[in-house]
Nanobody
Framework: QVQLQESGPGLVKPSQTLSLTCTVS??????????WAWIRQPPGKGLEWIGN???????YYSPSLKSRTSISRDTSKNQFTLQLSSVTPEDTAVYYC?????????????WGQGTQVTVSS
């Protein structure tokens, strides 16, 4: 059973870069046909997909966040990382990492517990 765990600062100042890491256990992030996603939920709003990194290492980002988003991975640590630059208070949200299958895009079969990130000075 794969498990995902988010980690990173809970408070980020406006204009800075938000950086979160997802540590995966019970499965490799390079296993064929899986992708690894970042998703967030602002207070009082629905889930918003941020982007994916695929088993191959390729990435795909939400068009609305693409200019500020970078997702990378460290295969030696079985981790993938989100960087979101130039944050504003509107980026305050619970951030989740999740796993999906290429064959069922948009569906996620494993989730982290989520981590609260607040953007405030």
């Amino acid at each position: 059973q794969v498990q995902l765990q988010e980690s990173g600062p809970g408070l980020v100042k406006p204009s800075q870069t938000l950086s979160l890491t997802c540590t995966v256990s019970g499965g490799s992030i390079t296993t064929n046909y899986y992708y690894w996603a970042w998703i967030r939920q602002p207070p009082g709003k629905g889930l918003e997909w941020i982007g994916n990194i695929y088993y191959s290492g390729s990435t795909y980002y939400s068009p609305s966040l693409k200019s500020r988003t970078s997702i990378s991975r460290d295969t030696s640590k079985n981790q993938f990382t989100l960087q979101l630059s130039s944050v504003t208070p509107e980026d305050t949200a619970v951030y989740y990492c999740a796993r999906g299958r290429v064959q069922t895009v948009g569906e996620f079969d494993s989730w982290g517990q989520g981590t609260q990130v607040t953007v405030s000075s």
